[in-house]
């Protein structure tokens, strides 16, 4: 599991940085035991943030009994006419993830939402087939960037462009107007309040382009889907979705 570190900075430097600083896990803050792979996360840490729920609906990512069949859909998601084609997450909106999940709210969870995005592009890559050109964030609206300027899914898909050699489109999706806050509003709302929320800033060539829509938490999946059919309107093939945590019930 490798620190995110910037290119300039060469291998021979970042193990005299480990040397004089040793790494301390990005989660509690314990220091971390040098290996051969810099770990980002301490082990304790690691077994409680990235235990993957041992089955998942391929089609939204919410937990499933491992003793039911592979299925494209479950009981969460039947029914629902999602444009996109599926999500994977790092695991279940619950517990250390879901404390990890709010701590990168902040700009300070830098460090700890970079080690996240890392562990989820492996995940992505290991959920084939995930075919994707760009990595797309799910935007803040413009009011709250004023007052909140670090969107942690900017973060999120900057990383896991990065990590999976995407093209990172940060500015392409653009709140069309200021919706309800998602998370205040009852799951049967949740869509009416996005219905149109978003559109493809102009410049933005997205014809037969495959894209990964990325955002930190996936509960209804209206935003997912509002992101969707604005990317698909404007030409996208296909739009996948990559999140930290799955909510279920929330
Ligand atoms: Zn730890
Ligand atoms: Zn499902």
């Avoid at 290119?7 to 004089?20: K, N, P, Q, S």
């Avoid at 810099?38 to 939204?60: K, M, N, V, Y």
């Avoid at 995930?130 to 969107?151: E, G, I, K, M, Y």
């Amino acid at each position: 599991m490798a620190i995110w570190r910037p290119a300039w900075l060469g291998e021979a430097t970042a193990a005299a940085v480990d040397l004089l600083l040793p790494p301390h896990c990005v989660q509690c803050g314990m220091a971390i035991e040098a290996t051969a792979n810099h770990q980002s996360f301490c082990s304790s840490c690691c077994d409680e943030l990235l235990h993957f729920p041992a089955a998942t609906c391929r089609r939204c990512a919410a937990p499933v009994s491992p003793a039911l069949p592979l299925m494209d859909d479950c009981s969460h998601c039947r029914g629902e006419k999602f444009a996109f084609t599926r999500v994977v997450a790092l695991g279940a909106y619950e517990g250390s993830l879901q404390h990890a999940v709010l701590r990168i709210k902040h700009s300070s969870g830098e460090p700890l939402g970079v080690a996240l995005a890392q562990a989820l592009a492996r995940r992505l890559a290991a959920a084939a087939p995930f075919p994707a050109d760009a990595a797309v964030p799910v935007p803040s609206p413009w009011l709250r960037r004023c007052t909140h300027p670090f969107n942690p899914p900017d973060l999120l898909a900057e990383v896991l462009a990065d990590q999976l050699h995407l093209a990172y489109l940060p500015d392409a999706l653009k709140h069309r107007r200021w919706p309800r806050r998602q998370h205040t509003l009852p799951s049967s709302e949740r869509r009416t309040n996005m219905r149109g929320a978003f559109r493809v800033r102009s410049g933005f060539d997205l014809q037969g382009a495959r894209l990964l829509v990325v955002d930190d938490v996936l509960t209804t999946g209206a935003t997912a889907h509002a992101a969707a059919v604005a990317l698909k309107k404007a030409g996208a093939a296909e739009v996948c979705v990559a999140v930290l945590a799955r909510g279920v019930g929330l």
